[in-house]
């Protein structure tokens, strides 16, 4: 079972930065893509950046050129780096992990979520 765990969100004023790491524990024979949704209020959950084991990085439209996304494999870690945030960034944000587990299954999980505000 593999579990993930969210951390740095709060609230923050427009402009400002925020750093989101999220961390895998559990048995996992490989981990593939890892990743960040967000779900805002009344709105479904989206994209938000994804990258692949290689390090190969995905950015939806709205957080290109403001966001950023890292990996550490050994860590089973990724980060996500938000800058100029704006209102419309508020959301929860959940990290993912996808991969194979020792019984060579894939798998999809999901962290519990942590919620960014972006307000003045």
């Known amino acids: 079972q593999v579990q993930l765990v969210e951390s740095g969100g709060g609230l923050v004023q427009p402009g400002g930065s925020l750093r989101l790491s999220c961390a895998a524990s559990g048995t996992m024979y490989r981990t593939d893509d890892m990743g960040w949704h967000r779900q805002a209020p009344g709105k479904q959950r989206e994209l938000v950046a994804d990258?692949?084991?290689?390090?190969?990085?995905n950015y939806e439209n709205p957080v290109k050129g403001r966001f950023a996304i890292g990996r550490d494999n050994i860590k089973k870690t990724i980060y996500l780096q938000m800058n100029s945030l704006k209102p419309e960034d508020t959301a929860v944000y959940y990290c993912y992990v996808q991969g194979i587990t020792t019984n060579g299954r894939p798998f999809t999980s999901w962290g519990q979520g942590t919620q960014v505000t972006v307000s003045s």
């Open positions: 990258i692949t084991s290689a390090g190969i990085t």
